[in-house]
């Protein structure tokens, strides 16, 4: 190999990085919290409800067996709450539970159900 004579190599210009942010002068606000919301109707079976809120939120049979006598009464009832992101997937969740077995009469549609913001 042949050298070049007076050949030089620039070195690299000097880059000095950005400023630094000044993280922590604004805190990030928090999402409001959301219920998942569901609703009565007269076509579903209580076992299926029991079932869905047992296999969806992990609750045993009791807790599912009083939220499904809450919302038959009053019509509807808060089954679970929290972030919106996981409001959202507990809500398609509880929609795609499936048929519902123990009717008596066939029940080709999920249970209602909504989320909405809770205040906070």
């Keep these: 190999m042949t050298e070049i004579a007076g050949a030089a190599v620039e070195a690299p210009p000097q880059i000095e990085p950005p400023p630094k942010k000044q993280w922590g002068k604004s805190k990030p606000k928090n999402q409001p919290p959301h ?12 076992q299926y409800v029991i079932e869905a809120f047992s296999k969806v939120f992990g609750y045993p049979r009791e807790k ?11 019509g509807r009832g808060i089954v679970w ?22 009717a008596v009469n066939k029940v080709t549609f999920p249970l209602g159900v909504t989320i909405e913001p809770l205040p906070g």
């Design 81 to 102: 709450s929290g972030t919106r992101e996981l409001a959202e997937l507990k809500r398609d969740q509880i929609r795609s539970c499936g048929r519902d077995f123990h």
């Design 35 to 46: 219920a998942v919301v569901v609703f009565n109707d007269d076509e579903h079976s209580f």
């Design 64 to 74: 599912s067996y009083a939220l499904a006598v809450q919302i038959h009464n009053a």
